[in-house]
């Protein structure tokens, strides 16, 4: 179980489309990704597979979330297209 280090957390309408890309320079130790209205867009790793399916976007629309846990991530690109409504929670 984590601990609360610095909880931070935003709440945005995406001005165009706004790309976010996590690496591990970057991240959170958790981060949680809330799509208020409209949708996200979320990447990981391209040009592989997952269970011999091609890897593909998830997409987030009206009160879905996504949750990135402990920096068991390298790499993850957010996309939040224009005028929709994001959320962003972090425990850094």
Do not use: H
Request: charged share 10%.
């Amino acid at each position: 179980m984590s601990t609360i280090n610095v909880f931070k957390c935003t709440q945005f309408i995406a001005n165009g489309d706004e790309v976010f890309t996590i690496d591990p320079e970057t991240q959170a130790n958790q981060i949680q990704i809330v799509c208020v209205s409209g949708t996200i867009q979320i990447e990981g790793k391209q040009g592989t597979t997952l269970l011999g399916k091609p890897v593909a976007p998830v997409v987030l629309q009206q009160g879905q979330f996504f949750y990135f846990n402990e920096r068991s991530y390298q790499f993850a690109q957010i996309t939040v297209t224009n005028g929709s409504e994001a959320q962003f929670i972090a425990n850094n």
